[in-house]
């Protein structure tokens, strides 16, 4: 029991059930499960459809965090990548009814993936050969990367007429959202490759103690280096599945504020900002936490301009309840309460 | 002192324990009035724990405090002082942007008079801490800027702050360790003044020397348990020692031929020339060869570590070719030292040697790994081989080898960091001071164990601020002086031979004083 309690994991998975405890009591209908069109259906998949983007982008941002870094940029990188893989797809009517796409499929996705690669690049240069603080290094791309999107849409919002394209954001695989899929194949790699290789220790190391790591011969600007791409690459891939959701890309809204939710959702799974010690399956479950918190916001019919104040308060009332010290107090005073 | 001095503080059968460990346990303290009293034991024998629970930063499991006969209960370090039981630590934590005055009044600033605007009286803070100084016999300006002076008139003026709030018991843990022998003795001038005013001091060092050049009595821990309380001048040093440890200790002495006999056909290991870079180092050529053991000697400042750390590509160099093996080598960072076959346990274990949160295992396992890269990677199983083996040999003191490493005493963490290096069977290995901060067995187990690793045939750089220490393991001994080299001194010599070359007293050296110093 004690074993259990004290897992890192513990008190994420304990905030996410207690959301969806208070989200089944509010609307009755919340947990059921039902098999339509040949996949699941439902609130839950719903939410965990949704989820997915923030899940990918905050998977990259775990590793970020864990090396001592920040990414502030990757909500800009979302609407980069999207935009560069709508302008690729478009789409147009052939005589004959059917849509064909600019480029090929598999070219668009790559070349967006590539851009959102360079642009962690960038940003791990900077912070490792430029000496930047991370905010600072990202914040330059967070501002110029929404411009640049924009300059590539034209300030328009591109719309994608092309069907294949929408199976990343809307489709099912055996009765599950391919985004989900794509979530948590990303996880389960990510997993893999940092408790199978020395990845791993090597990115505790830098976070615990970079001197340290560098004095054991530890390479880790280019460890470093490659932690910033992947969080870009990351962002890449969330820019492909929200654009693919609402078959367009609009630079001003897309992935707007993600960077914030990434770091709750990081913090929310238990990973320490000041780096070291990561939590990649609690980032996966602060996600969860956030859209569950999102959705039942919505289903609650709260009216839009009070929305961010009751989500700020269940925002605040969630950081309490994973606070050590919050929980210390409220267990000295309860005992104080039953001894007086 | 007599045996009928005053006691001051009394401490009863102290317990207290952390996961895993019994920190302490049925340990007794007696402080007496007028009298310098030792805390003696090894690295992890309790007397941080001790000091802390003295201090209020760790409430005891058991056990009770008396101060002048009341007991006490010390619940914060602030609390503690105004009881009467001050502190002073390790490096001294004087706030360098604030002036001696400010620093020695700081958190009791003298105020004035509402009617007069209110605010701090800092013509007032002068004056009370002039007249501190004054009264201790310390000759300091209070409007200096305590940055700015040398460690060891910083260390003065802490403890001067200590004892600022008429402390009746001073704590000083290891108060000397960054300080030179003319350091030392301004300190301990100070020391006696305040021992003379009836202050009961409470004396933490690792120099045995020390303890018998100032302390009365001493108090000795043995893995947190209380040993015995002695006169200082019915237990010696080594019966001193043996108390601490628990048995006679080995002294580690140099083998007559050094295994280096038989490297004379190899080129040497490392061999460096014109090694420099501006600022930190003049040009220097070093060589050491299989199984050999150099010593670098010198004082702080001299260019020790500034060398090591070229050596090992932590620094850039200006100028300076290396060749390693008889080969040019590509040396730019230091993963290509350690692709190379050197290792480097820094003089500075907190801040780049260990990384506290990660195991044991995980920090032995950190070279080599580093080493092999990302696609090899040493399975748990073997980094668990690895780390028992090495922990065993080395005879780190831990829980497990799943201990977080910074939950270990100094020493041990420093036995950790040199098992990491010796995980990659290096062929040149550099301690930059490896056994400072630990405790006498512990020197006396490294040292033999940097014996045994030069007998394998690996070529160690040894580098310490002892000299007794440098003259004990070395081959040869190079002396830098001014951040350049003042020269080598063949097998067999003596300290004093080093001593007179550090101070240029050697005429052969005295002509030729190093360029452009």
Redesign the interface.
Known sequence: MKRIVHHALFWPAVTLALLLVASSLSNASFLSLSWRDGHLFGSVIDILNRAAPLMVVSLGMTLVIAVRGLDISVGAVVAISAAVAALMIGGSFSATGEVHSDYPLWLALSAALAVAAACGLWNGLLVVKAGMQPIVATLILMVAGRGIAQLLTGGQIITVYYPPFFQLGNGFLLGLPVALWIAGGLWLALHLLLSRTALGLFVRSIGGNPEAARVAGVRSSAITLCVYTFCGFAAGVAGLIVSSNVKSADANNAGQLLELDAILAVTLGGTALTGGRFQLAGTVIGALIIQTLTSMIYSLGVPPEVNLVVKAALVFAVMLLQSAEFRGVVARVARGGSAA | MTDGASIVLKARDIARAFPGVQALAGVELTLRAGEVHALMGQNGAGKSTLIKVLTGVYAPDAGSIELLGKPVTPESPIHAQELGISAVHQESHLLPNLSVAENICAGRYPRRPWKRGGGIDWPETERRARELLAGLGIELDVAQLAGGLPAALQQLATVARAVATDARVLILDEPTSSLDAEEVKALFALIRRLRDKGVAILFVTHFLDQVYEICDRMTVLRNGKFVGEYVCGKLDARGLVAAMVGREVAVAERSATPASAAAGEHAPVLAANNLSRRGQLKPVDIELRHGEVLGLAGLLGSGRTELARLL?A?DKRDSGDIRIDGQAAKLDD??D???LGLG?C?EDRK????????SVR?NI???L??????G???TLTEQRQIAEKLVAALGVKTASIETPIGQLSGGNQQKVIIA?WLATHPRLLILDEPTRGIDVAAKQELMQEILGLARGGTAVLFISAEIEEVVRVSDRIMVLRDRAKAGELPPGADEDAVYSMIAQADPGHHLAPPAGS
């Open positions: 090992f932590l230091p993963a030292a350690l692709k480097f820094p801040h780049s040697g260990i990384v506290a949160e990660l995980e396992a950190l070279a790994q580093a080493r092999m890269g990302l090899k990677f040493l990491r």
